[in-house]
Nanobody, 123 residues
Framework: VQLVESGGGSVQAGGSLRLSCAASVSAFSRFFMGWFRQAPGKDREGVAAISTRGDSTYYADSVKGRFTVSRDNAKNTMYLHMNSLTPEDTAMYSC??????????????????WGQGTQVTVS
């Protein structure tokens, strides 16, 4: 399984970005998916996650009301819409796939496959 993120970049505070995570397999629709971020010198942080059918979503308190996770199983792609960005959102953002969700969406060890990440810089 390969996951490829895109959509990162540099943006001014208050701006928006949309990240994409494309999976290489049609089994994508069976994966619970998550977004994580890691800033220099900090631990990896669970940002958002979405169930296989997209009917359940989960968010870190720090991004609730500003970020929206979604998925299009027909396109094997997950998205992260990020609004009202602040410098504290600056990090490398990675997507991850979980083949058997056990309820710990924000824990990196929950996930089986990872993308290489895309950098988001807010100034």
């Amino acid at each position: 399984v390969q996951l490829v993120e895109s959509g990162g970049g540099s943006v001014q505070a208050g701006g928006s970005l949309r990240l994409s995570c494309a999976a290489s397999v049609s089994a994508f629709s069976r994966f619970f998916m998550g977004w994580f971020r890691q800033a220099p010198g900090k631990d990896r942080e669970g940002v958002a996650a979405i169930s296989t059918r997209g009917d359940s979503t989960y968010y870190a308190d720090s991004v609730k009301g500003r970020f929206t996770v979604s998925r299009d199983n027909a396109k094997n792609t997950m998205y992260l819409h990020m609004n009202s960005l602040t410098p504290e959102d600056t990090a490398m953002y990675s997507c991850a796939a979980d083949t058997l969700y056990s309820g710990r969406w924000s824990r990196p060890e929950e996930y089986d496959y990872w993308g290489q990440g895309t950098q988001v810089t807010v100034s």
